[in-house]
């Protein structure tokens, strides 16, 4: 729904103050704090069924934020142009913009006017944004009613916007409230990783260092909204992939530091997809650098898949180096597929005999039954070897 422009059109529509969220909030109160205290009490029907936990230090009450003078200049009808853009990406940056230079009092402001919106994407783009905004001002309060409208509604959205926010300007306080905060395992898992990606961004050698401190976190699991390349990942892994992307050799190096097992694998993989785009002769001589062994042969596999999309015959020739024969295999199909071997109108069985004619005669065979027969880089299973 198009937002109106103006501000006789809009009052109507951010007056409705009772309106379900178009994030699923339910029918719980979602108000701005008042001068009055709120008690944070938990509500029967949060998702994890447990109690949340308000740790001591930080409030159980958000005080009224005094509205300035420069708040007096954000008026709902900026909001509303700002909002009604028909471009989603003018949107963001509008909003963005808005938020850039607001104070408490108008990030409060705004969060009010944007809970009486109509429910829809715009709503729910903003109520992030704004969130966000508020987390990295006063992490604590904002927080504080994350955890209140998730425990009335069991949706913690809110919640996880406004530990991100925090990260961005105390990441260690932020993850430090979560963690007293005793969710269930996966919600917490998944905004300590989040958190954490926010944290490798500005200082990944804190971020690692807290991240190895703390082991329990560094499990595999799916990222919240499924983001993270891939859908899934290790927390190790986010935390590696940011870190190499300002020095992938130091990000190597700490991979190379974590116990040998999946963790360091997908650490290690998002490096050298991040190194090989960056520095491919680095990370060529890195690799080359590594004794023999399964974790090398994990290595070349992601070097020779991050080699495939410049060039796939290149990286076919470090195949025949991977000692484990699924993981060739696996390999192999992912670098046809970086090929454009499977196109839409099937596989060009031409171009994959061309690429894999300098593998072993047994291994080009299992690969071009896999190609004629399956028409898909994954089919016969082997992407399950690729790390």
């Known amino acids: ?39 944070v009490a938990p509500a029967p029907g949060i998702a994890e069924k447990q109690e949340i936990r308000t740790p001591s230090a930080a409030p159980n009450t958000v005080p009224e934020v005094p509205v300035t003078a420069a708040s007096r200049k954000l008026t709902k009808d900026v909001l509303a142009k700002t909002l009604g853009a028909a471009d989603p990406a003018d949107r963001s940056k509008g909003l963005d913009a808005l938020l850039a230079k607001a104070d408490e009092g108008e990030v409060k402001q705004l969060l009010d006017w944007v809970i009486g919106m109509p429910d829809g994407a ?21 927080s504080a009613y994350g955890v209140d409208t998730f425990q009335q509604t069991g949706n913690a959205s809110l919640l996880r916007n406004a530990l991100l926010g925090w990260a961005q300007s105390d990441p260690t306080s932020s993850i430090q409230y979560l963690q007293g905060l005793g969710l269930g395992r996966g919600l917490s898992n998944d905004f300590s990783r989040d958190i954490l990606g926010v944290w490798s961004n500005v200082n990944p050698q804190a971020a690692a260092a807290y991240l190895q401190a703390n082991p329990s976190m560094m499990g595999t699991f799916w990222g919240f909204g499924g983001r993270n390349s891939g859908g899934s990942g290790s927390t190790a892994s986010v935390v590696a992939g940011n870190w190499a992307a300002q020095d992938p050799q130091g990000a190597a190096n700490w991979a190379l530091s974590l116990s040998a097992g999946p963790q360091q694998g997908s650490a290690m993989n998002r490096v050298l997809q991040s190194w090989v785009a960056q520095d491919p002769n680095a990370a060529v001589a890195f690799v080359n650098s590594q004794p023999a062994g399964p974790a090398k042969d994990g290595m070349v596999s992601s070097l020779a898949r991050g080699l495939a999309a410049d060039d796939p015959s290149s990286a076919m020739k470090w195949v025949s180096t991977i000692g484990n024969q699924g993981m060739q295999t696996g390999t192999t199909m992912g670098i046809l ?18 690429l894999v004619s300098t593998l072993p005669q047994n291994v080009q065979q299992q690969i071009m039954q896999r190609v004629t027969n399956r028409g898909g880089p994954w089919g016969g299973g082997g992407r399950g070897n690729v790390r």
């Open 1 to 39: 729904m198009k937002i109106p422009t103006s501000a006789n059109t809009l009052s109507p529509l951010l007056g409705i103050g009772a309106a379900s969220l178009a994030i699923g909030f339910g029918a719980g109160r979602l108000t701005v704090p008042s001068e009055s205290s709120r008690q």
């Open 122 to 142: 715009v709503k729910r783009v903003a109520l992030g944004k704004v969130m966000q905004k508020w987390g990295e001002l006063d992490g604590a309060s904002a």
């Open 337 to 354: 597929a970086e090929a454009g071997v499977f196109g839409p109108n099937g596989p060009d069985t031409a171009m994959a005999q061309s």
